[in-house]
């Protein structure tokens, strides 16, 4: 294990505010860790001692119960995830497991809570981190409950291509099964909504979904900001 460079941290809010000295101490006490593919990382139910930052590398957030399993989030780079339960120092309601090869940040869970305590930037900068977290969780579930499978499935093209510089060529940095369980629907539904979207622009290359005609996928999508930020 390795101790993270500080500047690393600073880059990833809601660390950005906080004073330098109660930055620097933080970091003394974390550590920066490498995990292959699959790895688990937390398991809900258990109480948490590290507030996590993703660096490099993809982690999957999910939940488990009477034999089903769902996808809550993908975490990408760089960002923390576990936060709510470390600040509230409160049992995870979700596990995690890398997704790719991932690189992770770790800092202590009461180190976090008391710079949390003496840093007013930090604190402020953790309650905005947390009501968006908030906006982001209300805006899933209005996707889930107001869209069909493959519009769903149209608007995360929409947006994928827009992280991905609009280049048309959306590459799925993790499998189809995981990406159909983080748009709540099955990889059968996955396969049929694909199929449905080659009327409205869409083809599927291998891995990469490829977008031919993006102004009949927006017709079709109808994307809302309301909902999709």
């Known amino acids: ?5 500080w500047n690393v941290v600073r880059a990833v809010p809601p660390f950005c505010s906080m004073s330098e000295h109660n930055l620097k101490t933080l970091t003394a006490a974390a550590v920066l860790q490498s995990f292959p593919q699959h790895a688990e990382l937390i398991t809900e139910g258990n109480t948490p001692d ?10 999957e957030m999910y939940c488990t119960h009477d034999g089903h399993e769902a996808t809550i989030d993908i975490v990408q780079p760089m960002t923390t995830f ?20 991932t690189e992770v940040i770790s800092i202590p869970a009461r ?29 899933s579930l209005k996707n889930e409950k107001l869209r069909t499978t ?10 994928a291509d827009a992280l991905q510089g609009h280049r048309r060529v959306i590459e799925i940095a993790f499998g189809k099964r995981t990406l159909a369980a983080s748009l709540g629907m099955t990889p059968e539904n996955l396969s049929r909504s694909l199929a449905r979207l080659t009327r409205h622009g869409v083809r599927v290359d291998g891995r990469d979904i490829v977008i031919e005609d993006s ?9 809302n900001a309301l909902i999709d930020g």
């Open 150 to 159: 493959a519009k769903r499935l149209a608007n995360w093209i929409l947006r």
């Open 82 to 101: 576990v936060l709510a339960a470390v600040i509230r120092d409160e049992v995870y309601l979700s596990s995690a497991r890398t997704l790719t090869a």
């Open 1 to 5: 294990m390795r101790q993270p460079d």
């Open 215 to 223: 102004l009949a996928l927006e017709r079709f999508a109808k994307p």
């Open 111 to 139: 180190s976090a809570r008391d710079a949390f305590c003496r840093d007013f930037a930090f604190a402020r900068a953790i309650a905005d981190e947390l009501a968006e977290r908030y906006c982001d969780a209300v805006r």
């Open 50 to 59: 590290f507030l996590h930052i993703a660096i490099q590398g993809s982690v």
